[in-house]
């Protein structure tokens, strides 16, 4: 049987060149697909499609989205991207937690 091989993450925001700009310091990376309305990163590590929609009369997003860096890395984009408590705000207020799982059971 197949299976996915990426996750899919899209959300509205109401102003895309600043969340553009955001998610593109996050990623650490320029979107890899744009249009008019939107901003893709396709990436193999993590293995995810994340899109962003310009859609300000009905912002809707996901409670939150994390992104898990290896732990050899949490300390670097920690000190990068200077979360509070490893959660940061994208412009529209959507919490990104920045994270690891390594080591979890």
Do not use: C
């Not at 899109?51 to 670097?76: K, T």
């Amino acid at each position: 049987m197949t299976r996915p091989t990426r996750l899919h993450v899209a959300i509205g925001v109401s102003d895309l060149a600043k969340s553009r700009a955001f998610y593109s310091n996050v990623f650490n990376r320029e979107p890899t697909h744009e249009i008019v309305d939107q901003v893709d990163w396709i990436l193999d590590d993590p293995a995810v499609n994340f899109s962003i929609f310009h859609n300000p009369e009905r912002v809707i997003g996901p409670e939150h989205v994390g992104f898990d860096f290896p732990e050899e890395l949490l300390a670097a984009e920690k000190d990068r991207l200077k979360p509070d408590d490893f959660t940061i705000l994208d412009p529209d207020g959507l919490r990104v937690e920045i994270f690891s799982t390594d080591g979890r059971d």
